[in-house]
C-alpha cells in the first residue's frame, strides 16, 4: 500500500491551498479517510475524515474553512483549505483506514505566512 501526498506550499495568510493523496495497492472506496497535521513542538492532531460511505468531520478549528472529499474513482483523498491561518502551518499526512489497518503517507508540509 502507497499513500502520495502533494499539494503543500507557502502561502499567504487568507490563501488557499488543495492537498491531494493518491492511493495504490489497496481498495480505497472500502476505506476511511483521513487528514492529520503536526505542527512543531505539537503533537499529531486528527484534522478530518471522510468514512466510506462519505461521513465528514472535522475539528473545530478548521470546521468552515477545509472540505475533505474523495474521488473513489481516482483512489484519491483531497483537502480543500481556505482562508488559511499561520496557525495552520504543519505537515499534513493522510491516513487511510482500512478496515483497522492503518497505513500513512509521506507528509506534505503546509506554510502560512507573509
Known amino acids: 500500500v502507497q499513500l502520495q501526498a502533494s499539494g503543500g506550499g507557502l502561502v499567504q495568510p487568507g490563501g488557499s491551498l488543495r492537498l491531494s493523496c493518491a492511493a495504490s495497492g489497496i481498495i480505497f472506496s472500502n476505506s476511511n479517510v483521513s487528514w492529520y497535521r503536526q505542527a512543531p513542538g505539537k503533537q499529531r492532531e486528527l484534522v478530518a475524515s471522510?468514512?466510506?460511505?462519505?461521513?465528514?468531520q472535522y475539528v473545530d478549528s478548521v470546521k468552515g474553512r477545509f472540505t475533505i472529499s474523495r474521488d473513489n474513482a481516482k483512489n484519491t483523498v483531497y483537502l480543500q483549505m481556505n482562508s488559511l491561518k499561520p496557525e495552520d502551518t504543519a505537515i499534513y499526512y493522510c491516513n487511510l483506514d482500512h478496515w483497522g489497518f492503518m497505513y500513512w503517507g509521506q507528509g506534505t508540509q503546509v506554510t502560512v505566512s507573509s
Open positions: 471522510i468514512t466510506r460511505g462519505g461521513v465528514t
